[in-house]
C-alpha cells in the first residue's frame, strides 16, 4: 500500500495498482533512479517497471550479480538501452556501502530523481528468541541504518532535482505480528524515518513517500 504524501495521510492505493499506473500513465524520461533490493521480489518488478516508464538511468543495487544481470535483461526488454542501467553489486550494511553505492551513481550518471529504498529483511523473532538481539542488529542495519545513510548521501542530488524518495515498509510498521518483533520496530522506525524526513525536505521540493 501506498502512503500518499509522505505525511500520515489516510489516502491509501494499492501498490500494484501504483506499479501499473506508473507504467501507463506517468512518464520518466530524462530521469535517473536508484532502486535498492533490484536484484529480487519488489525491487526486481520495480526496476523493470520503472524501465517500462522510459526512465533515462536505473541504478539497481543487489549482493548478487547473476540475479542483478538477469533483471537488467528483463528490463532492456521494456526498451531502456544496457549502457543506461548501472548494476551495483553491494552489501549494503558494509562499513563504506552506501558511500560506494552513490559515487558510482554519481560517477555514472552525475543526477540523481528518484531514490527507492527498498532493500530490507525480516524473519522471525521474538522475547523468547536467545538470539533476538543479533537478528535486531542484523535487521536494523539494513532495514533503518543503511537506508538512513543511502538517503543522507542522496539527498543534495534529490535536492538538486527536485526528486522523490520512495521507502519500502511494511503493514507490519503498523500493525505488529508477534513473531516478527525485530522486523516490526525496524519497518515503524522506517516510516518515522520517511515522516521525519518528508517533514524536513518538504520545504525543498524533494517528496518523501513510504509503500506498504
Ligand atoms: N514480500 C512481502 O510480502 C513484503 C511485504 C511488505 C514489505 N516488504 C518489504 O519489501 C522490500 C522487498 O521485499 P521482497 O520480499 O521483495 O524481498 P526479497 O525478494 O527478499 O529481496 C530483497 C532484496 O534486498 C537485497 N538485499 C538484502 N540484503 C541486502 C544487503 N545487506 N545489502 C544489499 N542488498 C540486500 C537482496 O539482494 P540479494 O538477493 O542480491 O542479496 C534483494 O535484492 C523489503 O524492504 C521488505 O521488508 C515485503
Redesign the pocket.
Given at each position: 500500500m501506498l502512503q500518499v504524501g509522505g505525511l500520515r495521510g489516510d489516502n491509501y492505493i494499492c501498490c500494484k495498482t501504483l506499479l501499473n499506473k506508473m507504467a501507463v500513465s506517468y512518464s520518466f524520461h530524462g530521469q535517473v533512479v536508484l532502486v535498492?533490493?533490484?536484484?529480487?521480489?519488489?525491487?526486481?518488478e520495480t526496476a523493470v517497471h520503472f524501465a517500462e516508464a522510459g526512465c533515462d538511468g536505473l541504478a539497481m543495487?543487489?549482493?548478487?550479480q547473476g540475479?542483478?544481470e538477469e533483471v537488467r535483461d528483463r528490463c532492456t526488454t521494456k526498451g531502456i538501452d544496457k549502457s543506461k542501467i548501472l548494476l551495483i553489486q553491494?552489501?549494503?550494511?558494509k562499513d563504506g556501502?552506501p558511500q560506494r553505492i552513490m559515487k558510482a551513481v554519481e560517477e555514472k550518471f552525475g543526477k540523481l530523481h528518484i531514490l527507492v529504498n527498498?532493500?530490507?529483511?525480516?524473519g522471525f523473532s521474538s522475547l523468547s528468541d536467545p538470539e533476538l538481539m543479533e537478528k535486531y542488529d542484523k535487521i536494523y542495519a539494513?532495514?533503518v541504518r543503511?537506508t538512513a545513510l543511502l538517503t543522507q548521501l542522496a539527498v543534495p542530488h534529490l535536492i538538486e532535482t527536485k526528486g522523490n524518495i520512495v521507502n519500502?515498509?511494511?503493514?507490519?510498521a503498523k500493525a505488529a505480528v508477534p513473531n516478527m518483533l525485530a522486523?516490526n520496530i525496524s519497518?515503524a522506525a522506517l516510516d518515522y524515518f520517511t515522516e521525519s524526513t518528508a517533514r524536513y525536505l518538504a520545504s525543498k521540493q524533494v517528496r518523501v513517500n513510504s509503500v506498504?
Open positions: 535498492t533490493g533490484a536484484s529480487s521480489g519488489i525491487g526486481a543495487v543487489g549482493r548478487d540475479r542483478l553491494e552489501e549494503m550494511t556501502g527498498n532493500a530490507g529483511i525480516g539494513l532495514n543503511s519500502v515498509s511494511s503493514v507490519c522486523y519497518k506498504k
